[in-house]
């Protein structure tokens, strides 16, 4: 498959065609429903683009680079009854895609911002085919990318990208918290990125359970209760003894 179509115009499709380029696969046509977004892609990388669908070319392979409740809808759209046609979400299932077409999933577990540098053969890729002929097809397509491809059903891959959701959305808007409790008392929210560095390094070693640290492993009640006097906000507040309770009990089980 050395021929591609992305539909989509967003931070993901952005990426995925960049990291196609980057390994010589032939990028035909971008779409996207608004215009204005294809042809900004278009310019930086030099492709051709439309906003019709009907006016796709025809290509080995389809990728939907979209928001997961478009996926369905674009699918019903593509022309070519032959085509291969893939989604990139790690939350929506194979049968999203239109049956009777050669459907499958090619999952980046990354977060992907504009304008970000990445190394994307570091970056961890799950495929899903309906058959094994085309599996195998997605696989050698996806090790030109990336050094880590494996198989993944639509059900595990559900359950990964809830994992991602903790790993990377929640903590976050963890750090924005922090961030606001650090502006609140003129503090600079940068003495913590040190921590926060450090804290995501030592897991390159050890196991989260056996890097864990901090006044609820050490059932260091006091401090716990002095924390929770300061937090206003009743919702966090709870998140907070939420958290201690949950280290607690976790570490009381070894």
């Given at each position: ?7 989509g ?8 065609i ?6 010589t ?13 294809a ?6 990388f030099n492709?051709?683009?439309t ?5 796709i ?5 389809y ?6 409740d478009?996926i369905?809808e674009i699918?019903?759209h593509?022309?070519?009854?032959e ?18 077409l050669?459907r499958g999933?090619?999952?980046p577990?990354?977060?992907?911002t504009a ?8 970056i961890?890729?799950?495929i ?13 397509f996806?090790?030109?990318?990336s050094?880590?491809?494996?198989d993944?059903d639509s059900?595990?891959?559900?359950k990964l990208?809830m994992?991602?959701v903790?790993v ?18 003129g503090?600079?929210?940068?003495v ?5 560095l ?5 897991i390159e ?6 890097a ?6 050490r ?21 907070y ?5 949950l ?8």
């Amino acid at each position: 498959m050395q021929t591609v179509v992305v539909l989509g115009a967003g931070n993901v499709a952005s990426h995925i065609i960049k990291a196609l380029i980057q390994n010589t696969f032939q990028v035909k046509q971008i779409y996207n429903r608004t215009l204005q977004r294809a042809e900004l892609l278009s310019k930086e990388f030099n492709i051709p683009f439309t906003d019709k669908i009907s006016e796709i070319q025809k290509a080995d392979l389809y990728i939907i680079a979209t928001s997961d409740d478009s996926i369905k809808e674009i699918s019903f759209h593509i022309p070519y009854p032959e085509a291969m046609v893939v989604h990139t979400s790690g939350s929506m299932s194979i049968e999203e895609i239109k049956p009777g077409l050669r459907r499958g999933v090619i999952y980046p577990l990354q977060t992907l911002t504009a304008g970000r540098n990445l190394e994307y053969e570091d970056i961890p890729i799950f495929i899903e085919a309906e058959n094994s002929q085309d599996l195998e097809s997605l696989r050698k397509f996806a090790e030109k990318i990336s050094l880590n491809v494996q198989d993944l059903d639509s059900k595990a891959r559900l359950k990964l990208h809830m994992s991602a959701v903790w790993v990377n959305n929640f903590t976050n808007h963890i750090y924005q918290i922090a961030s606001d409790f650090c502006a609140e008392n003129g503090v600079s929210f940068d003495v913590l990125k040190p921590l926060i560095l450090e804290t995501a390094h030592k897991i390159e070693y050890l196991t989260p359970l056996q890097a864990q640290t901090g006044p609820a492993k050490r059932r260091n009640q006091d401090t716990i209760n002095k924390h929770l006097e300061l937090i206003t906000d009743k919702e966090l507040k709870e998140i907070y003894a939420t958290f201690s309770h949950l280290i607690q009990k976790k570490h009381a089980q070894l």
